[in-house]
T-cell receptor, first 118, second 110 residues
Framework: EPEVTQTPSHQVTQMGQEVILRCVPISNHLYFYWYRQILGQKVEFLVSFYNNEISEKSEIFDDQFSVERPDGSNFTLKIRSTKLEDSAMYFC????????????????FGDGTRLSIL | DAKTTQPPSMDCAEGRAANLPCNHSTISGNEYVYWYRQIHSQGPQYIIHGLKNNETNEMASLIITEDRKSSTLILPHATLRDTAVYYCIVPLSGNTPLVFGKGTRLSVIA
């Protein structure tokens, strides 16, 4: 069964450094998302991406964050200057919602990247 | 998103059916009910979704009341591997952000 894959599984970075988290969504999906989960807390939405642009973002997704789909398969989340509070699990998701399909297609998640900021 | 209410925790004996309830009394006519689960710190896993008819797939069954104000996720024969936090979510549409609450922590006991 197709799945969303994320790399690396664990990333350790010094505070202030840039980090890029990578995701390969399910191949025919059109909508892409990033969520994060701070240890012991709820899963929180960061950003959604469709047709090569951000379609929605949360208050968490400030100027330090950016997303990109550099080619036909990868979807990346960049944090420009990491802070201690960016330490969390970051989940990528994708869905098949679009003009070809009905609007109720579910989002499918990867297993996440654990980001640890020192 | 329609607000959902779930019990914080439930226990279920291995091999028995697990019935997880969810209230979503403010749901509107075209909003679907989605169920996800999260095993330990893995990514949320999609289980099932429905609008008004009962749904069944290889993982679970979803029963939605006629007034659509509540639903029940049924795992017909729970195993230890079904121990997880289960989330009932009612987004505006399939591609809008999912709002995760605290969910129900299901413990399957041998």
């Amino acid at each position: 069964e197709p799945e969303v894959t994320q790399t690396p599984s664990h990333q350790v970075t010094q505070m202030g450094q840039e980090v890029i988290l990578r995701c390969v969504p399910i191949s025919n999906h059109l909508y892409f998302y990033w969520y994060r989960q701070i240890l012991g807390q709820k899963v929180e939405f960061l950003v959604s991406f469709y047709n090569n642009e951000i379609s929605e973002k949360s208050e968490i997704f400030d100027d330090q964050f950016s997303v990109e789909r550099p080619d036909g398969s990868n979807f990346t989340l960049k944090i420009r200057s990491t802070k201690l509070e960016d330490s969390a699990m970051y989940f990528c998701a994708s869905s098949d919602t679009g003009w070809r399909t009905s609007l109720d297609q579910p989002q499918h998640f990867g297993d996440g990247t654990r980001l640890s900021i020192l | 998103d329609a607000k959902t209410t779930q019990p914080p925790s439930m226990d279920c004996a291995e091999g028995r059916a697990a019935n997880l309830p969810c209230n979503h009394s403010t749901i509107s006519g075209n909003e679907y009910v989605y169920w996800y689960r999260q095993i330990h710190s893995q990514g949320p896993q999609y289980i099932i979704h429905g609008l008004k008819n009962n749904e069944t797939n290889e993982m679970a069954s979803l029963i939605i009341t006629e007034d659509r104000k509540s639903s029940t996720l049924i795992l017909p024969h729970a195993t230890l591997r079904d121990t997880a936090v289960y989330y009932c979510i009612v987004p505006l549409s399939g591609n809008t952000p999912l709002v995760f609450g605290k969910g129900t922590r299901l413990s399957v006991i041998a």
